[in-house]
């Protein structure tokens, strides 16, 4: 088959890898409809995280191709969406609805790498989440955006207790910011602060729901939101970018109290203590517990009441992935959606 493998940064090549089999009885091979390219996935091209040969790719949506022997709750022909993370979902943990730390938990980038025309998904009945029928076309980028950017955009806004009555600032206008206005809206905030400063994501940011566009940065941006809420801060704040300057401001964004949801993956960030002691808030975040969301968001998008899909501002073939890479490198594009 064919897949996306980074040699090394900014050497990003599509080329042959061999066809996943089943290994585990609990395995199932999905052979891929669509996947994309992620934000994350710029940490090594960027040479920030090691990239040495490495498959890419962690976002799928596809067509159970064949089922290990135990495994039950998917059957082939059944069109799947699956998590960024394997999970058992049956684990202490899982069942906590945080199966981004099951006891099986492992990372789909980098070992499994969906960027490819097939996939082996490890304990597929705890990963993996059937369409109610095979999808419509036009439903596919929604759905692939649920495996990842929607499900984690969706986990930060319920981390910051975005809800009826409360003020919400989303820092960060990538895909994941875009898709936590989203869910703010559908959590049934009062008001969605977007913290951006390009007027493409600005206007999806609005059809998502955002009321307010703030593209103050840093301790601007903070005095800019306390100047929205009456002095105090927003109720619920997202961090969706991962660089200091992002969560610094979304501490300060935060009213005593108040909750943050943290998603974006930080390197090189520090928090002083001393700040976030002072700064009295309640702080929830981490990797995504995509799966304990999954359900509810395919019958969203099944029934057409959301539409993340939109999100996807580049679409390519697989074969032409080094040029999504460098497309998103450059800010040229929001999210790259790879065909097959």
């Known amino acids: 088959m064919r897949g996306v493998v980074m040699h090394t940064a900014g050497d990003v090549r599509v080329e042959d890898r061999d066809d996943p089999k089943i290994i585990e009885p609990t395995d199932a091979i999905v052979k891929l409809t669509a996947t994309c390219i992620c934000g994350s996935d710029l940490w090594p091209y960027r040479g920030i995280e090691p990239a040495d040969h490495q498959v890419m790719g962690h976002e799928y949506v596809g067509v159970v191709e064949e089922i290990g022997s135990e495994v039950e709750n998917v059957k082939v022909g059944d069109f799947v969406v699956g998590s960024f993370v394997i999970s058992d979902n049956t684990c202490e943990i899982c069942q906590a609805g945080f199966q981004s730390k099951c006891v099986h938990a492992e990372f789909v980038a980098q070992t499994i790498g969906t ?3 097939k996939a082996r998904i490890p304990h597929a009945d705890g990963t993996l989440v059937a369409t109610p029928g095979q999808p419509d076309p036009e439903l596919i980028p929604a759905l692939l955006a649920a495996s990842d950017v929607l499900g984690t955009g ?9 809800g009826p009555g409360k003020t919400v600032a989303v820092v960060g206008d990538g895909a994941v910011g875009l898709m936590a206005v989203l869910a703010a809206k559908q959590l049934g905030a009062e008001r969605i602060i977007a913290m951006s400063r390009h007027p493409e994501r600005q206007k999806l940011a609005r059809s998502y729901g955002a009321t307010d566009i703030v593209e103050e940065r840093g301790e601007e941006g903070v005095a800019k939101i306390k100047e929205l809420t009456g002095g105090l ?3 619920s704040v997202v961090e969706a970018v991962g660089t200091q300057e992002a969560f610094m401001q979304a501490v300060g964004a935060t009213r005593g109290g108040g909750h943050l949801g943290y998603v974006g993956v930080n390197y090189d960030v520090t928090i002083p203590g001393i700040e976030l002691f002072f700064a009295g ?3 929830l975040g981490g990797p995504a517990p995509v799966r304990r969301f999954l359900p509810g968001l395919i019958r969203l998008i099944w029934d057409r009441e959301i539409d993340p899909g939109k999100v996807f501002d580049l679409t390519l073939p697989l074969e032409q992935a080094p040029e999504g890479y460098k497309a998103m490198d450059e800010r040229r594009a929001t999210k790259v959606l790879l065909t097959l």
Request: aromatic share 12%; no cysteine.
């Open 115 to 117: 960027q490819a025309e």
């Open 154 to 162: 969706w986990y930060a806004a319920v981390a910051a207790e975005a």
């Open 233 to 235: 801060g927003a109720h």
């Open 281 to 283: 808030i309640h702080t």
